[in-house]
């Protein structure tokens, strides 16, 4: 009997998964497997919350194959290569399908697959399922990417969809072949995962959509912005390990009430993916180097990390991102542009922070937005400041965001939480401001200046 193998990776689910459906119609029996990579559950140890998220999903996976009359097959190893084929020749496969990827790491590893697989006369198919359009689909004339979100966006609505998946009836393993166990990977760390993060998996994505979707979809683009309210759809993390297929999202939503910015973030996603598809080292180097000489200020790093930095909407946004594994998307800009501008510290160590407790981390949205709201990205916007006292007024005017998680703060009025004086911040044990946002901004225009005037062909 003809064997072939589901590949998982980030594709953790049933529903319009393009690599399933390809496994299911190319053979009468499939392997559907996961492999875990030894390497990067090395490096990513630390990451508690993402891992926690990551065994829900495939404990959901393993539930929905075994409904369907298959089951998750386990393996882990290093290199992850090695440990696929080993488990395809065991199983007999002949090929092998599996989601096409962005990252340098995640390409390095799909063509060690491909090479190894070749050696042994199995076929390895790369799918789409990642993004809703594939990285590479939409170019500008003479340039292998966008750089510029407007013009990428206009021909992203315009490009052809891919027809949905089928979700396979049913899955057949071929016999005699071991399950393997879904390891607890908490032991692969000593931090805790957040205390507030959301349930992973298909399912658990899938009942989100459900809920949100009729309750919100509609207001999304009034109140995404609003802080306290919490509106946005929550279903990074579900993307990001995709347990949703973002294609499949944006063919349910579109057309209805509301959906054009949603869907429009999906593009936002899209694009980065791109990016980083075409420049990977853009995970860790500067996308446009602006010479910048940022500070190094470990006092200052840890502050903003703890979220003691005396802002309180910076502070309500790190002690966010620790509670809950999530951070708000006007949160994430405030607390990014704090860290680049008003303390001058380099974005890769507030990228490595968010990665370390995102449950949505994802090196494509992380370090891309970093680069975004650094000024060292696409963008040739290098002064995109924001005010964290003003944008404190302006996204929770009541002030509930920081109430919620800056409860030394709870008992003040909204017409000062967001700047207390100094006699409050005594009184309510919290610190004095980190820097003066004024005179940081002057700093930090005259040191853009000073870059500028030291790198090299520049005036
Ligand atoms: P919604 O507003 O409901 O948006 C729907 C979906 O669109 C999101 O789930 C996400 O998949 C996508 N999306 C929305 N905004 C963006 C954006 N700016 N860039 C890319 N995709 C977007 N997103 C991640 O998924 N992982 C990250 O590691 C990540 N790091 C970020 C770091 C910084 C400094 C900034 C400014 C943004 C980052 N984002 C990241 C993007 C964005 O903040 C989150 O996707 C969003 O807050 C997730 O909440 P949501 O699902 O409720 O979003």
């Not at 290093?78 to 440990?83: E, L």
């Not at 042994?120 to 003479?142: K, N």
């Not at 820097?435 to 000073?450: G, I, K």
């Amino acid at each position: 009997m003809a064997v072939s193998m589901m590949l998982f990776t980030r594709d953790l689910r049933l529903t319009d998964n393009p690599a399933l459906s390809a496994a299911a119609a190319a053979a009468a029996a499939v392997v559907p497997a996961f492999v875990l990579d030894e390497d990067l559950l090395r490096h990513g140890a630390a990451h508690a919350s993402r891992l926690s998220f990551l065994h829900d999903s495939l404990q959901d996976l393993d539930r929905s194959l075994r409904a369907a009359g298959g089951a998750l097959v386990i393996r882990r190893g290093s290199p992850w290569a090695a440990a696929v084929i080993e488990l395809a020749r065991q199983a007999g496969v002949t090929s092998i399908h599996v989601a096409d990827d962005v990252s340098g790491y995640a390409q390095a590893r799909l063509a060690q697959l491909e090479r190894a697989a070749a050696g042994e006369r199995m076929a390895v198919t790369r799918h789409p399922g990642v993004t809703v359009v594939p990285p590479g689909t939409v170019r500008p004339a003479g340039r292998s990417v966008f750089q510029v979100f407007t013009p990428y966006y206009r021909r992203w609505q315009e490009a052809r969809r891919r027809p949905a998946a089928d979700r396979p009836a049913a899955v057949t393993l071929p016999a005699g072949l071991a399950h393997g166990q879904i390891p607890s990977l908490s032991g692969l760390t000593s931090a805790r995962p957040a205390a507030g993060l959301q349930a992973g998996g298909e399912s658990a994505g899938l009942a989100r959509l459900r809920s949100w979707v009729p309750d919100s979809l509609g207001d999304y683009d009034r109140a995404r912005d609003d802080l306290a309210a919490d509106r946005s759809s929550r279903l990074s993390a579900y993307l990001h390990l995709g347990c949703l297929s973002p294609a499949a999202i944006e063919a349910e939503l579109s057309g209805q009430p509301g959906s054009a910015p949603f869907v429009r973030q999906l593009a936002w996603r899209d694009f980065f993916g791109q990016l980083l598809a075409d420049r990977p080292d853009a995970g860790h180097r500067d996308y446009r180097d602006r010479g910048d000489d940022w500070v190094c200020d470990p006092g200052a790093l840890e502050a903003w990390r703890a979220g003691q930095t005396g802002f309180p909407v910076v502070d309500a946004a790190m002690r966010q991102l620790a509670a809950e594994g999530f951070m708000h998307n006007r949160a994430r800009m405030i607390a990014a542009s704090f860290l680049t501008k008003d303390l001058y510290l380099d974005w890769r160590a507030g990228a490595r922070h968010f990665m370390t407790l995102l449950a949505d981390g994802d090196v494509a949205s992380n370090q891309l937005n970093w680069q975004w709201v650094a000024g060292t990205g696409t963008d040739t916007s290098a002064h995109r400041i924001l005010n964290p006292t003003r944008q404190g007024q302006r996204f929770d005017p009541a002030g509930d965001y920081v109430r919620r998680y800056v409860p030394e703060l709870a008992g003040l009025p909204a017409g000062v939480i967001q700047e207390p004086d100094e006699a409050a911040r005594r009184r309510c044990g919290y610190p004095a401001p980190l820097v003066d946002h004024r005179v940081a901004v002057t700093e930090y225009r005259a040191r853009q200046r000073a870059g500028r005037a030291t790198r090299p062909g520049r005036a």
